[in-house]
């Protein structure tokens, strides 16, 4: 991010790291869309639903820039931060993480269980702290279920992915920013990589042959 003082946008969460002292602060916010830097100072912009956009046409400015504008930002506003401080490689590697879990909350469901049966086995399981399943949803036009991995830090690692209820488990290997997907048949109990589309890869390749 820039260090003059220019605004950047940067969702759910910001870092001030210290090449020096190999050490990390990290800001998760709960909403905020950007911040700016400069003199050692990280200064976040605390602005919330405008009450119209104002967007240029052209050359003709909609908002004027030398005058406040009132109904900008209306209404109380709550911000809320978790900062937290330590090494390097440690923060960076899990604060996406984090800041997923500050930022989508849980649904709440009305449910009322028996007592009888046995706890079911958990759905799915990541094998480290740093990867993360960014989707787990209904396929397009099939009955299978896509789960979506995402690397988040740039450096190439190696989880484990497994599904207990199924008796699945695989080792996935991701690039730096690599999203990776798969297509889980729970009939079958097979999982099978797919491109972003959900398209098999595999007769993708044969096909190209």
């Known amino acids: 991010m820039p260090a003059n003082g220019s605004e950047a946008i940067s969702q759910k969460w910001q870092a001030l790291v210290s090449d020096r002292d190999e050490c990390v602060l990290t800001v998760v916010n709960d909403g905020i869309y950007g911040s700016d830097f400069m003199d050692g100072e990280l200064r976040l912009t605390l602005l919330r639903s405008p009450g119209y956009s104002g967007h240029p046409i052209l050359d003709r400015p909609i908002m004027r820039d030398d005058r406040f504008s009132p109904r900008i930002d209306q209404g109380e506003r709550v911000f809320r931060f978790w900062l937290e401080p330590g090494p390097t490689r440690h923060r960076l590697n899990t604060i996406d993480r984090q800041a997923l879990a500050h930022n989508e909350e849980p649904y709440v469901l009305s449910f009322f269980p028996h007592g009888s049966g046995e706890q079911p086995l958990p759905g799915v399981i990541l094998g480290d702290n740093t990867v993360l399943m960014t989707a787990f949803k209904c396929g397009e036009g099939s009955s299978d279920y896509v ?46 990589q797919t491109d972003l589309m959900e398209e098999s890869i595999q007769l993708k390749s044969q096909e190209s042959v």
Do not use: D, M, Q, W
């Not at 979506?148 to 488990?169: H, N, Y």
């Not at 297509?183 to 097979?190: A, K, P, V, Y």
């Open 147 to 192: 789960i979506r991995l995402f690397e988040p830090t740039g450096s190439a690692r190696t989880t484990k992915l497994s599904i207990p209820a199924l008796g699945l488990e695989c080792e996935v290997s991701l690039t730096g920013f690599e999203i990776r997907t798969y297509r889980l048949n729970i009939r079958g109990r097979t999982l099978e």
